[in-house]
């Protein structure tokens, strides 16, 4: 069992920048690929970013040239810098790891999730 926990998060103004960060309890992230996905208040759950074992990056559309996943295994953590920030970036993020790596993109191919940690960003 891979529990995994969040930091980060909170209220920003428009413009600014968070970083979000996701660590394995008791564990080393280094061989699952890790998710990043957000789900605003009556919405599905939206793929953000994700970054593979091998340290393959994916982004969402939205987020290119504005958000950045990167790991750092030394420290067995996945980050997402998140800049520019914009009031529909309002979200519950959620962080998820995945043994396989299949399908990075999909919320239900992953098989440990975190907690989520609200990110608010004012107008």
């Known amino acids: 069992q891979v529990q995994l926990v969040i930091s980060g998060g909170g209220l920003v103004q428009a413009g600014g920048s968070l970083r979000l960060s996701c660590a394995a309890s008791?564990?080393?992230?280094?061989?699952?690929?890790v998710g990043w996905f957000r789900q605003a208040s009556g919405k599905e759950h939206e793929f953000v970013a994700a970054?593979?074992?091998?340290?393959?990056?994916y982004s969402a559309g939205s987020v290119k040239g504005r958000f950045a996943i990167s790991r750092d295994n030394a420290n067995h953590g996945v980050y997402l810098q998140m800049n520019s920030l914009k009031p529909e970036d309002t979200a519950i993020y959620y962080c998820?790891?995945?043994?396989?790596?299949?399908?990075?993109?999909?919320?239900?191919?992953?098989?440990?999730w975190g907690q989520g940690t609200q990110v608010t960003v004012s107008s």
């Open positions: 008791g564990r080393t992230l280094s061989t699952y690929a």
């Open positions: 970054v593979l074992s091998g340290g393959t990056t």
């Open positions: 998820a790891a995945s043994r396989s790596g299949a399908q990075p993109t999909t919320w239900s191919s992953y098989d440990y």
